[in-house]
């Protein structure tokens, strides 16, 4: 277990990622809405541009300032990219309720409705379904995402060969993101946290947690760097071996007991000293 947090920063992290995800979803869009009507090779020789800027507006969209017989893809593939980011993050998130519903960590789990089943061979499992279906789209959406890149290399002015790959690719995608957005707002709406199994996985390192903070006060006694980390580390490996609480360990520690002090020691050992900046940190992200 690391330095102790909360759970209310891992959710404004995602907060956080997805506003960038927002802000490139509305950049891909306006890279992609972009149209021609330039000939067959784009040297407009049998329209005149201005019917090309009309029709455009008509559309809703910017004419493209050179062009072939087609736009070019990279605006298709940066879309699909950034439809792909997208998607990744949301596996990202998913992993990881996967990852704290472990049996062994129990912290959060995905909405069990009466009657639903996890497994049809073990009836007793509680399985992320949703997380574990969202974790698998996303992959569908980066391979998607590579097809994107090789409908850029087209042959001269454009040969057909990407076609066939956006008739599937551009609504497949679009389609897919829509869906694993809706299905990640309900797995969050729903999620169920378990305050109490956070604060007993916190508590079953026995205080060890606090190990980065003795490193740097001994620092601050005089200690290298060096001596500082050996010192701490002995202390929690024979915390470890001996089944003890870290801060026991430590006062029985010559080296520590001789450069802290009793009250520096309970200092250490507050948790509130590794939240003190939370709220900070949630109206920085504008929460």
């Given at each position: 277990h690391a330095e102790p947090m909360t759970f209310g920063l891992k959710m404004a992290l995602y907060f956080d990622e997805m506003n960038r995800n927002l802000e490139r979803l509305k950049k891909a869009r306006a890279i992609v809405s972009v149209g021609k009507a330039s000939g067959p090779v784009g040297t407009y020789s049998n329209i005149d541009p201005f019917v090309e800027e009309y029709i455009c507006k008509k559309l809703g969209l910017k004419a493209a300032r050179i062009s072939t017989q087609i736009v070019q893809r990279d605006r298709h593939a940066e879309f699909l990219t950034a439809v792909a980011i997208t998607g990744t993050s949301l596996e990202k998130f998913a992993t990881e309720f996967r990852n704290l519903q472990h049996t062994e960590i129990g912290e959060v789990e995905e909405y069990f409705a009466r009657g639903q089943k996890g497994s049809s061979a073990m009836p007793h499992k509680v399985n992320p379904i949703l997380c574990e279906r969202i974790s698998?789209?996303?992959?569908?959406?980066?391979?998607?995402?590579?097809?994107?890149?090789?409908?850029?290399?087209?042959?001269?002015?454009?040969?057909?060969?990407?076609?066939?790959?956006?008739?599937?690719?551009?609504?497949?995608?679009?389609?897919?993101?829509?869906?694993?957005?809706?299905?990640?707002?309900?797995?969050?709406?729903?999620?169920?946290?378990?305050?109490?199994?956070?604060?007993?996985?916190?508590?079953?390192?026995?205080?060890?947690?606090?190990?980065?903070?003795?490193?740097?006060?001994?620092?601050?006694?005089?200690?290298?760097r060096n001596e500082a980390y050996d010192i701490t580390q002995r202390i929690a490996f024979t915390a470890k071996k001996e089944a003890i609480d870290f801060k026991d360990a430590l006062l029985r520690d010559d080296a520590a007991r001789g450069a802290l002090g009793a009250k520096e020691v309970e200092e250490i050992f507050d948790i509130r000293h590794y939240i003190k900046n939370v709220d900070r940190i949630f109206r920085r992200v504008g929460i």
């Open positions: 698998g789209l996303a992959r569908i959406l980066r391979a998607n995402s590579h097809a994107a890149m090789d409908n850029m290399v087209l042959w001269h002015e454009r040969d057909i060969s990407h076609s066939s790959v956006e008739r599937v690719i551009l609504p497949d995608s679009t389609i897919l993101l829509d869906y694993m957005l809706n299905k990640f707002t309900d797995i969050v709406s729903k999620l169920v946290i378990h305050e109490d199994r956070m604060l007993e996985n916190l508590n079953r390192s026995k205080g060890a947690v606090f190990s980065g903070k003795v490193l740097l006060r001994l620092v601050d006694k005089g200690f290298t």
